[in-house]
Nanobody, 120 residues
Framework: QVQLVESGGGLVPPGGSLTLSCTAT????????MGWYRQAPGKQRELVAT???????NYADSVKGRFTISRDNAKNAVYLQMNSLKPEDTAVYSC??????????????WGQGTQVTVSS
């Protein structure tokens, strides 16, 4: 089994910054991709940013230039630096990991989510 645990959410005023962290533990042979998704009340979950094992990144248009995803392969961790936060960034943020538990078996795992609220 693989567990992903997020931390770093909270309440921040508009224009503020937060950094989210996510660490994967358990039966890990190799992690291919890690990413962040978010879901606001009444809306579908949407991709925020992803990064693969080689360091390539992908961002939603709504966060480009404001959010930065990074990864520490040695720690099986992924981070999301969020700057210039807006009220519309308010959501539950979840991390995901595409993990090989053996040389050939992989699954996508999800964290439990952390609340980010942007409000004055």
């Amino acid at each position: 089994q693989v567990q992903l645990v997020e931390s770093g959410g909270g309440l921040v005023p508009p224009g503020g910054s937060l950094t989210l962290s996510c660490t994967a533990t358990g039966s890990i042979f190799r992690i291919i991709a890690m990413g962040w998704y978010r879901q606001a009340p009444g809306k579908q979950r949407e991709l925020v940013a992803t990064t693969n094992a080689g360091g390539a990144t992908n961002y939603a248009d709504s966060v480009k230039g404001r959010f930065t995803i990074s990864r520490d392969n040695a720690k099986n961790a992924v981070y999301l630096q969020m700057n210039s936060l807006k009220p519309e960034d308010t959501a539950v943020y979840s991390c995901s990991g595409d993990v090989y538990s053996t040389v050939k078996d992989w699954n996508r795992y999800w964290g439990q989510g952390t609340q980010v609220t942007v409000s004055s």
